[in-house]
């Protein structure tokens, strides 16, 4: 009887070790170390190609087959919806060749312009790519390619607006497109104006065409495009505030890819490429690329 209890209370004494080491492992047999390990690998993918230093933008790309390029599909002519529903523009006609070269396929993702920084940097797209000015706050929070074409931050009204100048919005509304540089550019101005910020530039113009507001501030790029296609009676304001350039906004960790990208360009300029797309949606070739 002795001899049986002790080896009874030696089982018992057994038991919480097997329990732990029960615990410590999963239906694979791994350690609380290894899965950790696992779930922290595949965090960092999401939406970060450098895994361990290592810079995987470019390799992520060509092996997924898919360039996905974020945008405002309302900017014209940079990249907006036709009335075929299709997606095209100035930009997409320079990353669809991009993307011919690199041997991937161009997926066009529209995106909220307030939140794209946040879509870009969650991995839902590869890039921002329409009409994206360059400013401070951008260079800091992203990997911006060379300018590639330069801009200037205008005002347009109504062609029998009596707004001749700058001077005339004393106390007038002017509608601007919310998280652009135009935003930020119009509330740092100092002008008596009240800002109305709306979704979109397109939005903007028919807040103008209905009078509810005296003006719009936006990208002569867009102005410019809208009053030689529509015939629509606008008129630009001789004194602008800012000029700005456009680039490419990729993630702060994707060199590899924002180097393939701008050497592709630099590509289509030498063989002319970057002109007849240029010429097809300006009439000229009025890029800054080299």
């Known amino acids: 009887m002795k001899k049986n209890l002790i080896k009874a209370l030696a089982a018992l004494a057994l038991t919480p070790a097997m329990l732990l080491a029960g615990c410590s492992a999963d239906g694979n047999g791994d350690t609380p170390e290894e899965t950790s390990a696992s779930v922290s690998d595949g965090a960092a993918n999401d939406g970060n190609s450098t895994d361990a230093g290592e810079d995987k933008s470019l390799q992520n790309v060509l092996d997924s087959g898919k360039f996905v390029l974020g945008l405002d599909a309302t900017f014209k002519p940079m990249g907006f919806t036709d009335e075929q529903d299709n997606i095209v523009g100035f930009d997409i006609d320079l990353a669809e060749e991009v993307c011919s070269r690199m041997g991937?396929?161009?997926?066009?993702?529209?995106?909220?312009?307030?939140?794209?920084?946040?879509?870009?940097?969650?991995?839902?797209?590869?890039?921002?790519?329409?009409?994206?000015?360059?400013?401070?706050?951008?260079?800091?929070?992203?990997?911006?390619?060379?300018?590639?074409?330069?801009?200037?931050?205008?005002?347009?009204?109504?062609?029998?607006?009596?707004?001749?100048?700058?001077?005339?919005?004393?106390?007038?509304?002017?509608?601007?497109?919310?998280?652009?540089?135009?935003?930020?550019?119009?509330?740092?101005?100092?002008?008596?104006?009240?800002?109305t910020e709306l979704a979109t530039n397109v939005e903007c113009l028919q807040q103008l065409d209905l009078d509810l507001v005296d003006a719009v501030f936006l990208d002569s790029v867009v102005a410019n495009y809208e009053i030689s296609t529509t015939g629509k009676d606008y008129a630009i304001l001789p004194d602008g505030l800012s000029p700005e350039e456009y680039a490419i906004g990729f993630r702060k960790g994707d060199q590899a890819l924002r180097d393939e990208v701008q050497k592709i360009l630099s590509e289509m300029k030498a063989d002319g490429k970057i002109e007849e797309i240029s010429t097809k949606w300006f009439g000229s070739d009025i890029t800054t690329i080299k």
């Open 104 to 195: 991937v396929e161009l997926v066009k993702q529209p995106v909220d312009w307030d939140t794209k920084e946040q879509d870009l940097n969650a991995g839902k797209i590869d890039c921002i790519w329409n009409g994206l000015s360059i400013n401070e706050e951008r260079q800091e929070i992203m990997n911006l390619s060379d300018p590639y074409m330069k801009n200037d931050m205008i005002f347009v009204v109504k062609k029998d607006s009596e707004i001749a100048t700058q001077a005339d919005l004393d106390g007038k509304a002017v509608a601007v497109q919310s998280g652009s540089t135009a935003q930020e550019i119009l509330n740092e101005s100092g002008l008596n104006i009240t800002a």
